[in-house]
């Protein structure tokens, strides 16, 4: 409480039900979960039915896989001019 610990998770848990607050606020503040809530709408009011069909099956492949069909959209999107491109992923 005087910003010298952060509690453990089950302590965090407890205050934040006790508050009836969510744990991220009381982890991270009302920007950050401002923040969150944005991007689960942005989410949300994205992806369709066949988005989120696509997802499932890219999922369920294997993780070479995964990571070419990765690296093909990433390459699509830099070329549209894409503002939500992701950084290239570091080499393995």
Same mark, same amino acid.
């Given at each position: 409480?005087? &910003?010298?610990?952060?509690?453990?998770?089950?302590?965090?848990?407890?205050?934040? %039900?006790?508050?009836?607050?969510?744990? @991220?606020?009381?982890?991270?503040?009302?920007?950050?979960?401002? @923040?969150? %809530? &944005?991007?689960? #709408?942005?989410?949300?009011?994205?992806?369709?039915?066949?988005?989120?069909?696509?997802?499932?099956?890219?999922?369920?492949?294997? &993780?070479?896989? %995964? #990571?070419?069909?990765?690296?093909?959209?990433?390459?699509? &999107? #830099?070329? @549209?001019? /894409? /503002?939500?491109?992701?950084?290239?992923?570091?080499? /393995?």
């Amino acid at each position: 409480m005087n &910003a010298e610990a952060i509690p453990t998770q089950d302590k965090l848990q407890e205050l934040a %039900r006790r508050l009836k607050v969510e744990p @991220h606020f009381l982890r991270f503040g009302d920007r950050t979960l401002r @923040h969150l %809530r &944005a991007e689960q #709408k942005r989410w949300d009011e994205g992806a369709g039915y066949l988005e989120r069909e696509t997802f499932d099956a890219f999922l369920q492949l294997p &993780a070479p896989q %995964r #990571k070419l069909i990765r690296e093909v959209i990433l390459t699509f &999107a #830099k070329v @549209h001019g /894409s /503002s939500t491109a992701v950084a290239d992923p570091p080499q /393995s």
